[in-house]
C-alpha cells in the first residue's frame, strides 16, 4: 500500500524547536517530490517545504527561511522539518503529500490541489 506517515507534532514554546517526520511507504520508484503543508484555523492551506526525490533541490517559503530545513534520508525514506525558532503564528496542522514528478522543484511551491498522495496531518502548537 502506497502511504505517506507523518509524525513529530507537539507543544513547545515560542523560540523552541520540533523536527517532522514523513515516511514514504509502497513506492516503487523515485520520480516524487516530498511537500510540507500547514493549515491554521480559518486559514488556507499554505505550502511551507519540498524536497524533490530525483535531485534532492529544496524550496522554503520565505517566511520560514532561515528557521526550517527540509532533508530526506533516503535509505529511510524518510523526509524531515526541522522547524527552529518557532514562532505562534506556526502554529497549524502540518501535513505532508507526494507530487509524483520528475524534475528540480522551486522557485516556487506547487498548489495543494496538484499532489497526488497525502498523509495525515500533526498539530503543532507554539505557545508564546
Known amino acids: 500500500e502506497v502511504q505517506l506517515q507523518a509524525s513529530g507534532g507537539g507543544l513547545v514554546q515560542a523560540g523552541g524547536s520540533l523536527r517532522l517526520s514523513c515516511v514514504v511507504s509502497?513506492?516503487?520508484?523515485?520520480?516524487?517530490?516530498i511537500g510540507w503543508f500547514r493549515q491554521a484555523p480559518g486559514k488556507e492551506r499554505e505550502g511551507v517545504a519540498s524536497?524533490?526525490?530525483?535531485?534532492?533541490?529544496?524550496y522554503l517559503l520565505d517566511d520560514v527561511k532561515g528557521r526550517f530545513t527540509i532533508s530526506s534520508d533516503n535509505a529511510k525514506n524518510t523526509v524531515y522539518l526541522q522547524m527552529d525558532s518557532l514562532k505562534s503564528e506556526d502554529t497549524a496542522i502540518y501535513y505532508c503529500a507526494a507530487l509524483w514528478f520528475v524534475g528540480s522543484v522551486g522557485p516556487t511551491m506547487a498548489p495543494a490541489r496538484t499532489f497526488d498522495l497525502w498523509g495525515q496531518g500533526t498539530l503543532v502548537t507554539v505557545s508564546s
Open positions: 509502497g513506492f516503487t520508484f523515485d520520480d516524487y517530490a
Open positions: 524536497i524533490s526525490r530525483w535531485d534532492g533541490t529544496t
